[in-house]
């Protein structure tokens, strides 16, 4: 049998080939020994000689020259103006301008760049060039890599007497700067000489804040402009409201009037998307929510009193710790309680009571995160005591989806920008828990210890790459996450959207079902109660039957009684007296059959009214 083996590469892969031949062996050179050269050396035996195989190799040293960054600011100013004419003045460059236009060139170069300006217009209306062919598609880029997360920068309180990182915000340009909220949130046992600075970092240079920001009492939140990466919105420890310009420095530019202001800390505070960019809205434990507008800030434009009761009555409001606001619902917000209570509200409504809408109650705790899900507005996350929650406005009674109860006290969390099926969670031991429902839904697909101390606020990067983590020693903690947690996966708003459905449904099931429930058994305490009034009005009935038989016999009795009185008084006496000595036991007989007759008359009388 004959062995055969198939290669199964290409020709092109196994080199060049080689032939070989047999031939003769052949002599190219003979060189003969030269006895006149052996007196010049001197034999040696034996001989040593070490012989370097690898290629020698040399060290070299360089320092390289320090590069220091330093942020300047540059101010533009309107240019072009000669020298004898003030831009400010507005009548010199009207003045300006006319003399301008009616100058020959001018004219001519206007023209010119017109006619330049019109074929460039007609083009860009033929041809887009920024246009975008498979813009709807979705990206199916599918990674294999297994969750993962790592740290990129650790931004640390710069004064001495730390203090806890209370609240995060990314700069809406770029994202490359983080306004972090430093305060002590202990109840009267703030330490002496506590600072009361928050800080704007730049990621590229953690060693010094590029920005100290200085309120009158510690800022609790601090939120970036959307419209405006200039400005800053902060909620005081003391109720205020105040408001930063970083182009005209650290200080204050406004700042709310303390008898208009929250009468406790303010938890949060959201940035209203409206044409103005000025509009905000905050709330505090105080049980308010106040509208402001900054260009007057004195005081607020509205106040809504958190009263599910709906009677306006502040002494009964529930504190607010947590705002959501969408921008896609305009009329609608949340707020999470410190009841553990999720109040939806109606900006829109006449009435202040009208605009508490619905409550969602599940938390045994204050509800430190809220927060919609960006691809699905429908559905809510919550994180509060041990655990984190999601929720559908269409089951209002319970969550559809939950965590399973930690060891340790949740702080914050909030959704992936990217992903609808991820989101993020922080808690007391210092440990940032990453979700996937599509992964898994009972455990986190990453759990990663940041630090030692406790996790207080956490903040994800609008691209979902970057995490901001605030401990309760003032540090701030910047990771990276893998491709596969800030990457859109094939399928997966579909796959999001069918488990929010399923589990939406399964609900209101249940829901159904307890209901029916609780109707089943309050129809049998009813039918008890029912049982027990028939049985007593038997009893009462079968009473005053026999009360009514004993009335009627004795209305008898006494009628019959009286009849045979008046009887008797009517019979002569001496006729009476003659019966008795003459013939008495015959009278005596007729008179006791007298008698006897009425009685049998009441007998029959009384088998008739029994009958």
Request: charged share 30%.
């Amino acid at each position: 049998m004959e062995i055969v083996y198939v290669y199964v590469k290409k020709r092109s892969e196994f080199g060049k080939q080689c032939n070989f031949s047999d031939r003769q062996a052949e002599l190219n050179i003979d060189i003969s020994p030269n006895p006149e050269l052996a007196a010049l050396y001197v034999e040696r035996n034996p001989v040593d000689t070490g012989i370097q195989c690898s290629a020698s190799m040399s060290e070299h040293e360089a320092n390289t020259e320090r590069f220091e960054m330093e942020s300047c600011g540059v101010n533009h100013i309107e240019g072009g103006w000669p020298k004898d004419v003030n831009p400010q003045e507005l009548e010199q460059t009207i003045r300006f301008r006319k003399k301008v236009e009616k100058d020959e060139n001018y004219i001519n170069a206007v023209m010119q760049l017109g006619s330049i300006m019109e074929h460039c217009i007609k083009q860009n209306n033929a041809i887009d060039i920024y246009e975008e062919y498979f813009d709807d598609e979705e990206a199916v880029e599918v990674t294999e890599e297994a969750p993962s997360a790592k740290t990129i920068n650790v931004f640390r309180d710069p004064q001495e007497i730390k203090r806890t990182a209370t609240h995060l915000s990314w700069h809406p340009d770029g994202n490359k700067k983080l306004a972090v909220a430093y305060s002590c949130l202990n109840f009267q046992r703030a330490p002496m000489g506590m600072s009361y600075d928050s800080y704007v970092w730049d990621l590229e240079n953690p060693n010094r804040p590029e920005i100290a920001l200085k309120p009158s009492s510690p800022l609790v939140t601090l939120e970036y402009n959307p419209k405006d990466s200039h400005v800053l919105l902060g909620g005081c420890y003391n109720g205020q409201i105040a408001c930063w310009d970083t182009r005209k420095g650290s200080l204050v530019a406004e700042l709310s009037t303390i008898e208009f202001s929250h009468r406790d800390p303010v938890y949060g505070t959201i940035w209203l998307q409206s044409k103005t960019g000025t509009e905000c809205f905050s709330a505090s434990t105080d049980g308010q929510v106040m509208w402001w507008d900054i260009r007057k800030i004195s005081e607020p434009t509205e106040v809504v009193i958190m009263d599910i009761s709906r009677k306006e009555q502040l002494e009964n409001a529930l504190g607010a710790i947590s705002l959501e606001f969408e921008s896609t619902l305009p009329t609608k917000f949340m707020v999470g309680t410190e009841q553990g209570i999720v109040i939806s509200c109606n900006r829109k409504a006449k009435t202040s009571a009208e605009k508490i809408v619905c409550t969602f109650s599940g938390h045994h705790g204050p509800i430190y995160a809220l927060q919609r899900n960006p691809f699905y507005p429908k559905n809510f996350l919550t994180v509060g005591d041990w655990t984190a929650r999601i929720w559908s406005e269409d089951s209002r009674e319970s969550s559809i989806m939950w965590t399973r109860y930690h060891m340790a006290y949740l702080s914050d969390g909030a959704w992936s920008p990217v992903r609808p099926a991820v989101f993020f969670t922080t808690k007391m031991d210092g440990t940032l828990d990453i979700w996937d429902l599509v992964f898994k839904q009972c455990d986190p697909a990453l759990s990663l210890k940041v630090c030692d101390e406790a996790l207080f606020c956490l903040r994800v990067q609008d691209t979902g790459c970057l995490i901001a983590c605030g401990s309760q020693l003032g540090t701030t903690t910047l990771l990276e996450v893998s491709s596969s947690l800030s990457t859109l996966q094939r399928n997966e708003k579909n796959i999001a959207s069918s488990i929010f459905e399923r589990e939406t449904r399964r609900e209101k099931i249940l829901e159904a079902r307890h209901r029916e429930m609780r109707l089943k058994e309050k129809g049998k305490a009813e039918g008890k109660d029912d049982e027990q009034k028939d049985e007593e009005m038997a009893l009462n009935l079968e009473e005053l039957v026999v009360k009514a038989e004993e009335e009627f016999f004795d209305v008898i009795f006494s009628e019959l009684r009286r009849k045979e009185v008046e009887a008797l008084k009517k019979k002569p006496k001496p006729k009476k007296q003659s019966v008795e000595t003459e013939g008495g036991e015959e009278l005596l007989e007729e008179n006791v059959e007298e008698e006897e007759a009425p009685e049998e008359a009441g007998e029959e009388r009384e088998e008739e009214v029994s009958t």
